[in-house]
């Protein structure tokens, strides 16, 4: 026999409401729920490629990602610039 009190409320017919409009009821222990994705719009189910932003992160990769990218055509930059001051001075001493 389970304890009694310790178990929370049980809401069969719970709604759940995504952020693309779509509602289904399933049991939970909340009356309702909100989500940012179900099997209507994830893009896994959908076949789209689609980036579901929440509080910005997918921005903040982006950006790390463009100043990564930048960095490595500063350092690309660099060493051929460095390459090509040492050529000549290589090509002198082989005379």
Same mark, same amino acid.
């Given at each position: 026999?389970?304890?009694?009190?310790?178990?929370?409320?049980?809401?069969?017919?719970? !709604?759940? &409401? #995504?952020?693309?409009?779509?509602? %289904?009821?399933? =049991?939970?222990?909340?009356?309702?729920?909100? !989500?940012? &994705? #179900?099997?209507?719009?994830?893009? %896994?189910?959908? =076949?789209?490629?689609?980036?579901?932003d929440t509080a910005g992160r997918?921005?903040?990769?982006?950006?790390?990602?463009?100043?990564?990218?930048?960095?490595?055509?500063?350092?690309?930059?660099?060493?051929?610039?460095?390459?090509?001051?040492?050529?000549?001075?290589?090509?002198?001493?082989?005379?």
């Open positions: 026999m389970p304890k009694q009190g310790i178990h929370p409320k049980w809401y069969p017919n719970a !709604t759940v &409401v #995504c952020s693309c409009g779509n509602t %289904f009821t399933v =049991g939970s222990t909340q009356p309702s729920i909100r !989500t940012d &994705v #179900c099997a209507n719009c994830h893009p %896994f189910y959908t =076949g789209e490629q689609r980036i579901v997918v921005d903040r990769f982006m950006m790390r990602l463009e100043r990564r990218e930048q960095r490595a055509q500063q350092v690309q930059a660099a060493q051929t610039k460095s390459e090509e001051k040492a050529k000549p001075a290589a090509a002198k001493g082989r005379r």
